[in-house]
T-cell receptor, first 110, second 114 residues
């Protein structure tokens, strides 16, 4: 299957700071999604973004498919942004199977 | 819409017992997925259905695991007999399509086998 590497593994920020999370993947993909797992364990879909750029409020994401990476930007961090951010990818031969990275643990302090 | 609904939220059972996890997908979603999350292996797909038909079950660990989707609004994941290594959080997710749309996850079932 596709290898997915996320960095950094841990990130600690003060409220109001900006951050960039990275996701590298080992093969061409036609499905890429970013999720936030909150401290209660709920997985929330943030973006479906196999290519291009999208923005949703303070969050934005960019995927450069030809170079096999995706970036998630969080601006003006809030304590509610804390949790684990996962990148998940899928490709044609195993369509429907998302391969998840190990995640970035984000902690935002007030 | 109430989202993807899973039950129970928590399950504690003794080794050797049968465990059944339940999932109600979002109405109108044609795809349903079962994922498992452990510290060791992270999030991994167990099986997914399209229009109630199992499409890819290659992630099902062994014969002790089985999944069914008798209709568009209900799916079960059964473990019989359960073992301590089955302890994990089991997530159900649904989607309108395989690509082009994000997947919606349920709140998960935390299973502990003692």
């Amino acid at each position: 299957g596709i290898q997915v590497e996320q960095s950094p593994p841990d990130l600690i920020l003060q409220e109001g700071a900006n951050s960039t999370l990275r996701c590298n993947f080992s093969d061409s993909v036609n499905n890429l999604q970013w999720f936030h797992q909150n401290p209660w364990g709920q997985l929330i879909n943030l973006f479906y973004i196999p290519s291009g750029t999208k923005q949703n409020g303070r969050l934005s994401a960019t995927t450069v498919a030809t170079e096999r990476y995706s970036l998630l930007y969080i601006s003006s961090s809030q304590t509610t942004d804390s949790g684990v951010y996962f990148c998940a990818v899928g490709e044609g031969s195993t369509l429907g199977r998302l391969y998840f990275g190990r995640g970035t643990q984000l902690t935002v302090w007030p | 819409d109430a989202g993807v609904i899973q039950s129970p939220r928590h399950e504690v059972t003794e080794m050797g017992q049968e465990v059944t996890l339940r999932c109600k997908p979002i109405s109108g979603h044609d795809y349903l997925f079962w994922y498992r999350q452990t510290m060791m292996r992270g999030l991994e797909l167990l099986i997914y259905f399209n229009n109630n038909v199992p499409i890819d079950d290659s992630g099902m660990p062994e014969d002790r695991f089985s999944a069914k989707m008798p209709n568009a609004s209900f799916s079960t994941l059964k473990i019989q007999p359960s073992e301590p290594r089955d302890s994990a959080v089991y997530f159900c997710a649904s989607s309108l399509v395989l690509v082009g749309y994000g997947y919606t996850f349920g709140s998960g079932t935390r299973l502990t086998v003692v």
